[in-house]
């Protein structure tokens, strides 16, 4: 159990320096999630233009694995369709829980920082709670 | 019939390697150097509750109160002989005033269901504390919502020591039910629960009390603190899972109603009617959990052998040494009473979370838990979303302590990077 493999510098610049942090106050729609194993919390607030989202925003409180997930994912997300928001939903799931054979990390960018986490069973709820929080989003869309 | 023979002798030394050794998850190679301080979450197993279960299965199985053939005899008297066990152990006046459940949970769920929304009416006053678990919180939220009583709520103060001074105001006529925690889960708070069960009696008030914590630690004299309920969990106290105890006055058991309807807990069945068993098999419908009750039996009489008061003492002393020991660390908060603190202590490392820190100090070898809790009212008093808790039983050293507190200086070093 390598703890540098979880907490790398790039999940750690995201904790510090969380990017679309706020709320967008003309959004398609609010949402949010927490996790009631240990309290955290992701608000999240998504506007598309025509297909495609156009700006993601979180708030919450969790720790560093929660946010600094949230905080790349709002990166990711940007300028995707909602099919294509599901395939990264569904790829980064898979990495996370170590379930998902044949990934192709390519498409996942940044977030394979996050990969450590399937070795901390415990902790891959904090890494998907701000991603099944999109997910229930897409979902109302 | 002497069914759960013990294969130790009559007392067990204080001897920390000792208790350690009657442990095997301690002797398990892959727990190598494990310290575990999570013991309020749930305790380890000694060898002999192991055994006793293992025995049971393998030479006594059967079903009890229902064959008429010598195993099944067995099994029954095995069953009854560790419901007089438990009886023993929390002094209740009688055998019938024991019932077996799942836990601590199912117990005041049964109280909830079973007395107070049969006979709490609008008007009436269910008192509880902001200290509670959820276990000792939502069933009275849906109690209230059902019956049209209201839920009151006592505070704490600053220390985490409920605020009695509210007691006199809370409590009147209409108050027809107080629960509350003895020791908290989340705090380590340590409530005077002999004297609020007299004041609530002056009002006729009954009084159910969460002994999840408290039952494992202390001696808990069901007829000496007058207690109507006491609810509490065998895992915690060395036994298995899937077994707890709802400890009732035989009056209020009587007027209490069964929960769970079918096979064995009833006394007459015609078509449209039926009557019910006798305490308190009116309670147990079904198969029950008779490995369970053996292995709790078992944990019992393991805990007498070795002297709950020679367990109180030791948590006392670790719980003392770990409040000086943590108190020195840099940046370390601790939550709950610093004097009179029961053997969890939650705490908060700087602006680490919780969670973050768990990992972390699991990295070394120390488990703790991390989280809410089961305590949401508590985090929301405190401010926090989580806290980090460690607690202590009566395997547990000053060396476990000694290596939290290690443990604790490496992550301050690991973490100071974050901010």
């Not at chain 2, 000792?18 to 190598?32: L, V």
């Not at chain 2, 099994?75 to 836990?103: D, G, K, L, P, W």
């Not at chain 2, 065998?234 to 707890?244: A, C, Q, S, Y």
């Amino acid at each position: 159990m390598d703890l540098n493999e979880l907490y790398q510098e790039i999940i750690l610049e995201h904790f510090k320096y969380p990017k679309n942090r706020g709320t967008i106050e003309d959004a398609d729609l609010h949402l949010e999630g927490r996790n009631p194993f240990c309290g955290d919390e992701i608000k999240l607030s998504v506007k598309f233009k025509g297909p495609t989202l156009d700006r993601v925003e979180f708030e919450g409180t969790g720790c560093a694995i929660s946010q600094a997930s949230a905080s790349m994912m709002t990166e990711q997300l940007k300028g995707k369709t909602i099919a294509e928001i599901r395939e990264l939903i569904d790829d980064f799931a898979g990495m996370v829980t170590g379930n998902k054979a044949g990934l192709n990390s390519d498409r996942l960018g940044d977030l394979v920082a996050l990969k450590g986490v399937c070795d901390f069973p415990t902790r891959v709820k904090c890494a998907l709670l701000a991603w099944r929080v999109v997910e229930q989003a897409i979902a109302k869309m | 019939m002497e069914y759960i023979a013990s294969k130790t002798k009559d007392t067990i030394s204080f001897d920390a390697a000792m208790i350690r050794s009657f442990f095997p998850i301690f002797q398990h190679e892959e727990n190598n150097g494990l310290v575990y301080l999570d013991s309020a979450a749930t305790s380890q197993k000694p060898q002999q509750v192991i055994d006793a279960m293992t025995r049971y299965y393998q030479e006594h199985n059967a079903n009890a109160h229902r064959g008429a053939y010598r195993l099944a005899e067995k099994a029954t008297a095995a069953y009854e002989q560790a419901r007089a066990r438990v009886a023993r152990f929390i002094n209740s006046r009688t055998v019938e005033e024991v019932v077996f459940v799942r836990n601590a949970t199912e117990a005041i769920n049964f109280v909830a269901a079973g007395w107070a929304q049969k006979f709490l009416r609008a008007g009436d006053e269910i008192l509880i504390t902001e200290m509670e678990h959820h276990s000792n919180l939502v069933p009275w939220q849906m109690t209230a919502q059902r019956t049209g009583a209201k839920l009151r709520f006592i505070e704490f103060d600053e220390q985490g020591k409920l605020c009695l001074n509210q007691l006199d105001q809370l409590l009147s006529y209409k108050t027809k039910l107080l629960a509350i925690t003895h020791i908290s889960n989340a705090l380590g708070t340590i409530n005077p629960i002999k004297q609020i069960i007299q004041a609530a009696h002056q009002y006729g008030t009954k009084v159910l009390v969460d002994g999840a914590q408290s039952v494992p630690h202390t001696k808990v004299n069901v007829a000496n603190l007058d207690v109507d309920f006491l609810a509490f969990s065998g895992h915690k106290m060395l036994g298995p899972m899937g077994i707890g105890v709802l400890y009732g006055k035989a009056e209020l058991l009587q007027e209490m109603d069964p929960i769970h309807f079918g096979g064995e807990m009833i006394s007459d069945v015609d078509y449209y009617r039926s009557t019910w068993n006798d305490l308190p098999w009116k309670f147990e419908a079904g198969t029950q959990n008779i490995a369970g009750a053996i292995g709790l039996s078992e944990a019992i009489d393991f805990l007498e052998k070795v002297g709950m008061e020679h367990i109180e003492d030791n948590d006392h002393q670790l719980t003392q040494y770990a409040l000086e020991q943590l108190r020195a660390v840099g940046g370390l908060k601790i939550y709950g009473p610093m004097d009179d603190h029961g053997s969890a202590i939650s705490f908060s490392l700087d602006a680490v979370h919780p969670h973050d820190l768990a990992t972390f100090l699991d990295s070394k070898n120390v488990a703790i838990r991390s989280g809410h809790h089961c305590a949401r009212l508590v985090m929301k008093r405190l401010q926090v979303p989580a806290t980090a808790r460690a607690s202590f039983y009566l395997y547990n050293t000053k060396e476990d302590i000694d290596a939290l507190v290690r443990a604790l200086e490496e992550a301050k070093d690991y973490f100071a990077k974050w901010t």
